[in-house]
């Protein structure tokens, strides 16, 4: 069965980096984009990142331009977020997606935790 | 990045009918070439996100289909028909937006079975 499951949470300071990544199994990873979605806590959903299935064009909420860089492996079925000038507001459960296409999400992973604090 | 509208809550009583709204624009749910699709997500306390609508209409396999969506001109709805109390959820809905080029989502809307 599909799976996605993300690593590389925890607590930074800020203005610090973290990368953020997330190892798939399931589907033929190399056929399908991938997205990151984060959730403030008590908040709701917030698209942050999209990358096409060839990794040639990336995707950014205005949030994040700038700041954060997705990029994907797919000889080892994995997609990664590397975050910069981390702020407080970047405090999320982020989650690695797969792209069903025309912007929908058809699997979610479980989410790690960044905590910007310092 | 601004948001889909959808209501903060609703509420019904167990096996009542309700339906959820979702209120975009013409470069995200009334994309005028239809190039862009609403999609609706549960989310259970605790959980990460599931799939209950696609393509507007569509149920991914395993999905009752108490559970329906509709879209007209800029907006769309979810049903959900015979609602029982494993229904109690937040309900986003999602497109993408041809102008900011990217996925956006409804505020989330929190479903209360009385």
């Known amino acids: 069965q599909v799976q996605l499951v993300e690593s590389g949470g925890g607590v930074v300071q800020p203005g610090r980096s973290l990368r953020l990544s997330c190892e798939v199994s399931?589907?033929?990873?190399?056929?399908?984009?991938m997205h990151w979605v984060r959730q403030a806590p008590g908040k709701g959903l917030e698209w942050v990142a999209l990358?096409?299935?060839?990794?040639?064009?990336?995707f950014y909420a205005d949030s994040v331009k700038g700041r954060f860089i997705i990029s994907r492996d797919n000889s080892r079925n994995t997609v990664s977020l590397q975050m910069s000038g981390l702020r407080a507001e970047d405090t999320a459960v982020y989650y690695c997606?797969?792209?069903?296409?025309?912007?929908?999400?058809?699997?979610w992973g479980l989410g790690t935790l960044v905590t910007v604090s310092s | 990045q601004s948001a889909l509208t959808q209501p903060p809550s609703v509420s019904a009583a167990a096996g009542q009918k309700v339906t959820i709204s979702c209120s975009g624009s013409?470069?995200?749910?009334?994309?005028?070439?239809?190039?862009?699709?609403v999609c609706w997500y549960q989310q259970l306390p605790g959980a990460a996100p599931k799939l209950l609508i696609y393509?507007?209409?569509k149920r991914p396999s395993g999905i009752p289909d108490r559970f329906s969506g509709s879209k007209s001109g800029t907006s769309a709805t979810l049903g959900v028909t015979g609602v029982q109390t494993g229904d109690e959820a937040y309900y986003y809905c999602?497109?993408?937006?041809?102008?900011?080029?990217?996925?956006?989502f409804g505020g989330g809307t929190k479903l209360t079975v009385l």
């Open positions: 997606a797969k792209d069903l296409a025309a912007g929908g999400i058809d699997y």
């Open positions: 399931g589907f033929n990873f190399r056929d399908y984009g």
């Open positions: 990358i096409t299935y060839d990794g040639g064009k990336e």
């Open positions: 013409s470069s995200n749910i009334g994309d005028h070439y239809g190039n862009t699709y």
């Open positions: 393509g507007n209409d």
């Open positions: 999602g497109a993408w937006d041809t102008s900011l080029n990217g996925v956006i």
